[in-house]
Nanobody
C-alpha cells in the first residue's frame, strides 16, 4: 500500500512546516515509521525513524534538533522548524515491520512502496 504524504510547501529560511502521512494501513505496534527526503540526482536519505511499540526515536545527524518525528493515532508527522534552503527536497514517509531487524533504521531501509512525496522548498 502506498503511503500519502502532505503538508509540504514553499517557505522562507527559518520558517516551519508540518508534514503528515496516513499510516493506518500499517497499524500494528511492531512497526517502524520513517521520514526520508530526496533531492534530484541524489540518493534518498533517512531523516528520522520511530518504533511504534516503545516510542524509540532516532534522527540523522544533519537534523541537529530542527525536526521532530511523532505519531498521533494513525497519522505520522514530521515537524520541520528553522528550515534552511538545503532542506529543499521531496519528503517521503515509510513504514516497515521491525521483526528481527536490529534497528528501525535497518527496517525502514527495506521500504520500497514509495508514495508521491510532498515537496518542501525553502528560499533564502
Amino acid at each position: 500500500v502506498q503511503l500519502v504524504e502532505s503538508g509540504g510547501g514553499s517557505v522562507q529560511t527559518g520558517d516551519s512546516l508540518r508534514l503528515s502521512c496516513d499510516v493506518s494501513e500499517y497499524s500494528k505496534s511492531d512497526y517502524c515509521r520513517g521520514w526520508f527526503r530526496q533531492v534530484p540526482g541524489k540518493e534518498r536519505e533517512e531523516i528520522a525513524d520511530l518504533y511504534v511499540r516503545d516510542g524509540t526515536i532516532s534522527y540523522a545527524d544533519f537534523v541537529q534538533g530542527r525536526f521532530t518525528i511523532s505519531q498521533d493515532k494513525n497519522i505520522l508527522h514530521l515537524q520541520l522548524d528553522n528550515l534552511h534552503p538545503e532542506d529543499t527536497a521531496m519528503y517521503y514517509c515509510a513504514s516497515a515491520y521491525k521483526g528481527l531487524w536490529d534497528s528501525c533504521r535497518s527496517a525502514v531501509a527495506t521500504f520500497r512502496n514509495w508514495g508521491q512525496g510532498t515537496q518542501v522548498t525553502v528560499s533564502s
